[in-house]
């Protein structure tokens, strides 16, 4: 038996594929994963919000972008740069994606882009050796279908 067709445009396929190409040697998940600091660096994405006036065509999801990170000593950074420069990256592929219209292998593309939350630093007192930014996006994904 076959999976019936999507009805809905699949925002995280775009996402993670665009992530995945554009910052290799990191993970990007969409769950927060057991024993964490074994998946350094790190970038979860997850919606927040959001809807779409037609699923089918486009979505718009809000999408919360979690960049975690341990300090580099080769590049002599402590954890909380590291992690500020991984969310910077994040943040440069969405909007180069954007400013491109670059389509991601036939799934689709992001039609638009809001930052409604900045990269920020987040302290989290269960892991105080690991650096943690954040930020969300407002984000239109067009279905290439």
């Known amino acids: 038996m076959t ?12 996402l993670l594929e665009l992530l995945r190409a554009d910052l290799p040697g990191v993970e990007v ?22 809807d779409s006036p037609a699923p089918e065509f486009y979505d718009i999801p809000w999408i919360n972008v979690q960049c975690w990170a341990d300090e580099n000593r080769v590049a002599g950074i402590d954890a909380y740069r590291a992690a500020f420069n991984l969310a910077d990256d994040v943040r440069r592929s969405l909007w180069t994606a954007y400013r491109t219209q670059r389509v991601i292998d036939g799934k689709g593309w992001i039609g638009a882009i809001r930052e409604s939350s900045a990269p920020q630093e987040i302290s989290d007192g269960d892991l105080p050796f690991l650096g943690r930014y954040a930020a969300t996006y407002e984000l239109r994904i067009r279905s290439a279908a």
């Open 29 to 50: 998940m969409t769950r927060i994963p057991d024993h964490l600091p074994n998946y350094l660096p790190l970038v979860v994405i997850r919606r927040v919000g959001g």
């Open 3 to 14: 999976a019936p067709e999507r009805f809905s445009v699949d925002y995280l396929d775009v």
